[in-house]
């Protein structure tokens, strides 16, 4: 696209040029490879874009590919959830869906070959026994007494596992590498378990199931994936992938790891967001305070400045914490220039204008957005009744120099409508304003001001015959710390209990009447909404994406 720029390559592109140029590589092959067990999150969209940015950077291809391996927590909603979610993030895998299940006989005669050749075995140690031979981290592991068993006898019992002749845990099938290895994955991992269990996709057919270290990297070779891209927590098990590479002599995809993606005050693992959802802590996967990709969706986020923001915090091998306020801010870029502009009061107290005939109105002109001229104008009426803002009133305000809103005998100008002078004020019983008076000035309308006047003061308005009542969805950060992954407790002990709160009280602009879900406009002067989902027929409902700054930092710091 910035032909001209000079670009700098983070290490996956220098890899990825090297091997071109070099010719290790004649097209580039990668692959997005969820576990349909949830939905994806914002940790996801940063591996998305990585895996199929490349591809498209260097005419390559990106496979889709669900690892599902796992029949205990996979499911079909969460395949069509990840379909949908990278399709939105705007990528396309073309005719390229794959499915680790589909690979199923090939990766047991893969597993059959490993026997045969003395390089797998079955074993049947239990599961405590299994636990006291592994050793740990800083002593060695000892072998199974079954480890020599003979390969006629793998090779039975492993199919007698197929047919369905052991219990689930009976036996397993172990790669025979190295029980002494200071790296526990080569200590003769497990290949096959049996799981009495119906999948996804290959119903009751199995009764064994490939392991994922079994299964991934087997399947990456399949499809010939020159790039295999992970995150850093599988660097330790490269060396097995590598080992099953030349044991098997098969497609040598390789590896390169990446640091994932932390963001602080958010929590990016399926396995944390699935008990805030059976939890019922959120309304569900994609309750708009959720960091799935559903989730931001729903609230606003919109599926470019995602995009922008893993393009600006890049690709690297270290670990660290990206500060969250980097993605509201390229949201906030990106809604700035695309969101139709509306007024919106959130606390509504009536203004009249005394010396505003009853039943006349006038017509006022806005840019729907001033950032963009193509985006044209909407229709706001001025009447006599009117709504300010609770907050752009004082009653006994300070000096002019430091409040510029409206208090008595105050001056400002109604934005896109004429400058108005307060006159007065009347009180509830209980000591509340209910209702703020004021004459306008007929020489000061927006655009066709003749006074001289200036006034520093510009509120929002609402012409109260015509607003149009809302209920609003206000969301904050779910999480009330900045650094989920430092804490020795539990996580949901640091929910922020103020992420929801609604208001049903605010009154927009006519205009918002014709709003359609999935809408998004700026209110001006508050924040970015969108129409949600669960609007219906008598009411339209808006979630907060974003207020207009950032003004978590100063409220917490
Ligand atoms: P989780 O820990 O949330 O369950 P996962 O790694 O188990 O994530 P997968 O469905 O296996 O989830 O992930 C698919 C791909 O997304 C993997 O290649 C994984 O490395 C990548 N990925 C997952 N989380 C992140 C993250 N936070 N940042 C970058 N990439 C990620
Ligand atoms: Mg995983």
Redesign the pocket.
């Given at each position: 696209m910035e032909q001209n720029k000079k670009e700098s390559l983070n290490f996956i592109e220098q890899l990825i040029e090297g091997d071109l140029k070099e010719g290790n590589v004649q097209k580039v092959y990668t692959r997005?490879?969820?576990?349909?067990?949830?939905y994806?999150?914002?940790?996801?969209?940063?591996?998305?874009c990585?895996?199929f940015g490349v591809a498209q950077k260097y005419e390559g291809q990106c496979h889709l590919r669900f690892?599902d391996t796992n029949p205990e927590k996979e499911e079909t909603e969460y395949v069509e959830a990840i379909k949908a979610d990278i399709k939105w993030l705007g990528f396309d895998w073309g005719s390229s869906e794959y499915y680790a299940s589909d690979y199923f006989e090939q990766l047991y005669e893969l597993a059959v070959r490993l026997i045969e050749k003395g390089a797998a075995y079955v074993d049947e140690l239990s599961a405590v026994q299994f636990n006291e031979l592994k050793g740990s981290p800083t002593e060695p592991g000892k072998e199974s007494p079954f480890r020599d068993r003979p390969i006629v006898e793998s090779l039975e019992i492993f199919e007698a596992m197929k047919s369905g002749a052991f219990q689930d845990g009976e036996r397993v099938l172990r790669a025979k590498i190295d029980m002494s290895s200071p790296n526990m994955h080569m200590r003769d991992p497990i290949l096959y378990r049996i799981k009495h269990m119906e999948h996804h996709r290959t119903g009751s057919k199995w009764c064994i199931y490939p392991t994922y270290d079994f299964a991934h990297g087997q399947s990456d070779s399949m499809e010939k994936i020159t790039h295999s891209?992970?995150?850093l927590?599988?660097e330790v098990h490269r060396p097995l992938y590598d080992w099953l590479i030349r044991e098997l002599g098969i497609h040598p995809s390789k590896q390169t790891e990446?640091?994932?993606?932390?963001l602080s005050y958010t929590i990016?693992?399926?396995?944390?967001?699935r008990e805030l959802v059976e939890g019922h802590y959120v309304a569900g996967w994609d309750d708009p305070r959720m960091p799935t990709i559903s989730g931001i969706r729903r609230r606003g986020f919109t599926a470019k400045s995602i995009r922008k923001f893993t393009d600006t915090i890049g690709v690297a091998r270290r670990d660290g914490i990206t500060d969250v306020a980097l993605l509201e801010h390229a949201v906030r870029e990106d809604l700035n220039k695309t969101a139709h502009r509306i007024f919106g009061i959130m606390d509504p107290v009536k203004l009249i204008i005394t010396n505003w005939p009853e039943d006349h109105q006038e017509i006022m002109m806005a840019e729907n957005n001033p950032e963009d001229e193509n985006s044209g104008t909407r229709e706001m009426p001025f009447t006599r009744e009117l709504f300010i803002d609770r907050s752009d009133f004082m009653e006994d305000p300070p000096s002019p120099r430091k409040w510029f809103r409206l208090g008595p005998d105050r001056e400002v100008r109604l934005k896109k409508g004429y400058i108005i002078k307060c006159t007065g004020f009347k009180k509830s019983e209980k000591g509340e304003v209910i209702e703020i008076y004021a004459e306008y000035d007929p020489n000061t309308k927006s655009g066709q001001d003749t006074s001289g006047k200036k006034v520093k003061g510009t509120l929002g308005w609402v012409s109260a015959p015509h607003a149009v009542a809302v209920e609003i969805r206000m969301y904050d950060r779910l999480f009330l710390i900045e650094n989920l992954n430092k804490i020795e407790d539990d996580f949901k002990n640091h929910l922020n209990p103020d992420s929801l709160t609604i208001n049903t009280q605010a009154l927009l602009e006519p205009s918002a009447r014709d709003a359609q879900v999935g809408d998004q406009f700026q209110f001006e002067r508050i924040g970015y909404f969108r129409v949600d989902e669960d609007s219906h027929s008598e009411k339209l409902i808006f979630n907060r994406t974003l207020t207009l700054r950032d003004g978590w930092t100063k409220k917490n710091k």
């Open positions: 997005f490879p969820p576990e349909p067990n949830g994806l999150h914002i940790g996801h969209a940063k591996s998305i990585l895996n690892d891209l992970c995150t927590e599988f990446f640091a994932r993606l932390n990016v693992s399926k396995r944390s967001l």
